[in-house]
């Protein structure tokens, strides 16, 4: 359990997937939210169940995980909104020992891809030098945050959340 953690990410879309990807780890993730303002998610990583609190921001935000039974989450699951959002993450080594964490939606959001790369400080996160694969960075833009996500689906161009 996380009891009081700083999570520091950047997050882009995708231009292309990485060559190596078959090579790489791979989780399936069910999650869903009981709030999003503060967001309280839900989540299904594997056999492996998890409610997570996340405080307010963009790059840097306190992050609190706990760990639930499988019958914790699914009666908690009865009390969601918004869509659920599910998801195969792949786990990519790049440079300097980072990793990226590339998710390809399933459902409402089939094909969907973004990807998110944590660090352990801003300087570090402000230094990174994303790889050729990565597009536009949207860690700046709540429309692709997995609660707007669950909430209102895939992002129209100039539309506001």
């Known amino acids: 359990m996380n009891i009081n953690n ?69 009666r908690l699951m009865k009390k969601t909104e918004g869509r659920i959002v599910e998801k195969h993450r792949y786990i990519v080594p790049l440079e300097n020992s980072l990793i990226a964490e590339l998710d390809i939606y399933e459902g409402e959001l089939k094909d969907f891809m973004n990807v998110e790369v944590e660090f352990s400080s801003l300087k570090e996160a402000a230094a990174f030098e994303p790889p050729e694969w990565f597009g536009a960075d949207i860690s700046y833009d709540k429309r692709y945050s997995n609660a707007s996500l669950a909430l209102y689906g895939l992002p129209i161009e100039g539309a506001v959340h």
Request: proline content about 4%; glycine content about 4%.
């Open 6 to 74: 700083k999570e520091i990410e950047r997050k882009f879309l995708i231009r292309e997937l990485p060559e190596n990807l078959g090579d790489c780890k791979k989780y399936h993730i069910i999650q869903a939210y009981i709030s999003t303002s503060p967001t309280m998610r839900l989540r299904k990583r594997n056999d492996e169940y998890i409610f997570t609190f996340k405080g307010a921001g963009f790059i840097e935000k306190t992050e609190f995980e706990h760990p639930l039974t499988k019958e914790q989450f699914e």
